[in-house]
Nanobody, 111 residues
Framework: VQLQASGGGLVQAGGSLRLSCAVTGSIFNGKTVGWYRQAPGKQRELVAVISSGGVANYTDSVRGRFTISRDNAEKMVYLQMNSLKPEDTAVYYC??????WGQGTQVTVSS
């Protein structure tokens, strides 16, 4: 099983980015998937998670601005990030439970 994250980049505050995570391998549909992020000098934190049934949850700091979604047919996970803030700057990782991780994609938000 491999996870490949993409879509990061440099954006001005208030802008938007869409992260994608492609999952290869035979397991996906029954698994919870999510996005974490790690800013310099900080611990990795859970940003958003979506269950196999499509129920999503978010950390308070991104609720209302970020949307997680999944496409089971394509084995893809997405994170739509709107109204980005400089404090959203971090490396973003996708994860499939229990312990499958993507390689990370850098998101930088300039003020």
């Amino acid at each position: 099983v491999q996870l490949q994250a993409s879509g990061g980049g440099l954006v001005q505050a208030g802008g938007s980015l869409r992260l994608s995570c492609a999952v290869t391998g035979s397991i996906f549909n029954g698994k919870t998937v999510g996005w974490y992020r790690q800013a310099p000098g900080k611990q990795r934190e859970l940003v958003a998670v979506i269950s196999s049934g499509g129920v999503a949850n978010y950390t308070d700091s991104v609720r209302g601005r970020f949307t997680i979604s999944r496409d089971n047919a394509e084995k893809m996970v997405y994170l739509q990030m709107n109204s980005l803030k400089p404090e959203d700057t971090a490396v973003y990782y996708c994860k499939m439970w229990l312990n499958y991780w993507g390689q990370g994609t850098q998101v930088t938000v300039s003020s």
